[in-house]
């Protein structure tokens, strides 16, 4: 094997978390297909930085981690809002806000 | 034409990186993985990928974050694998550890029951998301499989005073500016979290000092309510208490007791104090106790094998009664 099969296993993950986002309707599983996205990301980056023998992509990846924490502390507390307000976490609900 | 070039193109890749064709060049350079690593990967990859289909097929949100934590953690192998031992712990520190364990949080608050509606509020969504969702994995195949990679550094010298101490060197060094701006928004995450889950209260709050005034108000029972039972005779749940006048109290029985039917009868308790009141007691005392005692008489007095409701026994009992007045007055 070489180093590009971490390669097309990160693009394998990347397309199944975003088709997560697209297909599924829970907002919450939808979300985490965004997780899955970034891991793929860093999987990636992990993979470059040893590839070029340079840490700054497992830097790179390191703030990569700590933005999604913060990212996934927000999303949640927005999927809870809505849940309490409109008893449903289906992201269709999500279109009656308009009216 | 450009689409079969890639196409074409990912194919050699492919082959290329087949194991015959690759092991000669895993000797040259110091970054290719071993043989060992090629077990660890062969062996890791087909359950990341089949794990991460769960996350599209899996009916149930938790059987989707249990199969995403399973990828999350076999993704912090690769990356110990890789010389990434720092990101290999923080990996399972904060993706498994933190930021999924606050999905299972969310998934028990929302409900877990919480099945997906399959209806199609666009039309045709599934099949678009399902072809966009192809689109961009052959859109990916073809970037990995075109780009023209160096040949692989590997981290040995990027690693010399281990993979924790060169990041910290980069972190805190080049680019500590981009640490601080991290730190100040995760404060800003936990404040947004605590502001976007804050409920404000509809109604004032109900506290000891307002529940006692309302009761004070509505004037009854101020007190607690007396506890059930006669003492000096009947302690017991399904006994009410007998007022100071010696009249029996409802209320003193639990209100289960009442409502089932369950009460005791405390008639006879509040008619002998009845007749102590009415001062009756001293000059009728025995004929009182006489007839309490034909009506229940007491077991020891009862010989086993007679048949009850004979007259015989109870003349015995009557009997022993007159002769013995003092005792019976003891009991």
Do not use: C
């Given at each position: 094997?070489?180093?590009?099969?971490?390669?097309?296993?990160?693009?394998?993950?990347?397309?199944?978390?975003?088709?997560?986002?697209?297909?599924?309707?829970?907002?919450?599983?939808?979300?985490?297909?965004?997780?899955?996205?970034?891991?793929?990301?860093?999987?990636?980056?992990?993979?470059?930085?040893?590839?070029?023998?340079?840490?700054?992509?497992?830097?790179?990846?390191?703030?990569?981690?700590?933005?999604?924490?913060?990212?996934?502390?927000?999303?949640?507390?927005?999927?809870?809002?809505?849940?309490?307000?409109?008893?449903?976490?289906?992201?269709?609900?999500?279109?009656?806000?308009?009216? | 034409?450009?689409?079969?070039?890639?196409?074409?193109?990912?194919?050699?890749?492919?082959?290329?990186?087949?194991?015959?064709?690759?092991?000669?060049?895993?000797?040259?350079?110091?970054?290719?993985?071993?043989?060992?690593?090629?077990?660890?990967?062969?062996?890791?990859?087909?359950?990341?990928?089949?794990?991460?289909?769960?996350?599209?097929?899996?009916?149930?949100?938790?059987?989707?974050?249990?199969?995403?934590?399973?990828?999350?953690?076999?993704?912090?192998?690769?990356?110990?694998?890789?010389?990434?031992?720092?990101?290999?712990?923080?990996?399972?520190?904060?993706?498994?550890?933190?930021?999924?364990?606050l999905f299972l949080f969310v998934l028990m608050l929302v409900g877990v029951s919480t099945a997906d509606s399959l209806v199609e509020t666009i039309r045709g969504q599934r099949w678009i998301g399902w072809l966009a969702g192809?689109?961009?994995?052959?859109?990916?195949?073809?970037?990995?499989?075109?780009?023209?990679?160096?040949?692989?550094?590997?981290?040995?010298?990027?690693?010399?005073?281990?993979?924790?101490?060169?990041?910290?060197?980069?972190?805190?060094?080049?680019?500590?500016?981009?640490?601080?701006?991290?730190?100040?928004?995760?404060?800003?995450?936990?404040?947004?979290?605590?502001?976007?889950?804050?409920?404000?209260?509809?109604?004032?709050?109900?506290?000891?000092?307002?529940?006692?005034?309302?009761?004070?108000?509505?004037?009854?029972?101020?007190?607690?309510?007396?506890?059930?039972?006669?003492?000096?005779?009947?302690?017991?749940?399904?006994?009410?208490?007998?007022?100071?006048?010696?009249q029996p109290i409802e209320d003193s029985v639990p209100r289960v007791l009442r409502v089932r039917g369950q009460e005791a009868d405390a008639a006879e308790y509040a008619a002998r104090i009845d007749r102590v009141i009415g001062?009756?007691?001293?000059?009728?005392?025995?004929?009182?106790?006489?007839?309490?005692?034909?009506?229940?008489?007491?077991?020891?007095?009862?010989?086993?094998?007679?048949?009850?409701?004979?007259?015989?026994?109870?003349?015995?009992?009557?009997?022993?009664?007159?002769?013995?007045?003092?005792?019976?007055?003891?009991?």
């Amino acid at each position: 094997m070489t180093l590009t099969h971490y390669l097309v296993l990160s693009g394998i993950l990347f397309s199944v978390g975003a088709s997560a986002v697209l297909l599924r309707r829970n907002a919450i599983i939808a979300f985490m297909g965004v997780e899955l996205m970034l891991n793929a990301t860093n999987l990636a980056l992990v993979t470059f930085s040893r590839l070029h023998g340079d840490l700054t992509g497992q830097v790179l990846a390191f703030f990569v981690m700590v933005v999604a924490a913060a990212e996934v502390v927000v999303g949640l507390a927005i999927i809870v809002a809505i849940f309490r307000t409109r008893r449903s976490a289906s992201i269709d609900d999500v279109n009656l806000l308009k009216s | 034409m450009s689409a079969a070039l890639t196409a074409s193109a990912l194919v050699a890749d492919l082959t290329s990186a087949l194991p015959g064709g690759v092991l000669p060049q895993a000797v040259d350079s110091p970054g290719d993985p071993s043989t060992a690593e090629a077990v660890l990967f062969w062996v890791l990859a087909p359950v990341m990928v089949i794990a991460s289909f769960g996350l599209l097929f899996a009916r149930k949100a938790v059987h989707a974050a249990l199969s995403v934590i399973l990828v999350m953690i076999s993704l912090a192998f690769m990356y110990v694998t890789q010389g990434a031992v720092f990101l290999g712990v923080v990996q399972v520190v904060v993706y498994t550890g933190a930021i999924m364990m606050l999905f299972l949080f969310v998934l028990m608050l929302v409900g877990v029951s919480t099945a997906d509606s399959l209806v199609e509020t666009i039309r045709g969504q599934r099949w678009i998301g399902w072809l966009a969702g192809l689109g961009l994995a052959v859109v990916l195949a073809g970037v990995i499989g075109t780009a023209a990679y160096p040949r692989p550094v590997g981290l040995q010298v990027a690693n010399e005073d281990s993979n924790p101490v060169g990041i910290a060197h980069l972190v805190f060094g080049e680019y500590v500016f981009a640490m601080e701006v991290v730190g100040a928004l995760l404060v800003t995450a936990a404040l947004g979290a605590l502001v976007y889950t804050h409920r404000r209260r509809l109604t004032p709050r109900v506290d000891q000092r307002s529940r006692a005034a309302l009761r004070v108000r509505s004037g009854q029972h101020l007190a607690p309510l007396p506890a059930p039972g006669v003492y000096a005779k009947h302690n017991a749940m399904d006994v009410p208490a007998l007022d100071p006048y010696g009249q029996p109290i409802e209320d003193s029985v639990p209100r289960v007791l009442r409502v089932r039917g369950q009460e005791a009868d405390a008639a006879e308790y509040a008619a002998r104090i009845d007749r102590v009141i009415g001062g009756r007691a001293a000059a009728e005392r025995g004929v009182a106790a006489r007839d309490e005692q034909t009506a229940t008489p007491p077991p020891h007095a009862d010989p086993g094998g007679a048949p009850a409701g004979e007259p015989r026994i109870g003349d015995a009992v009557a009997g022993v009664d007159a002769g013995a007045p003092d005792s019976e007055e003891g009991k």
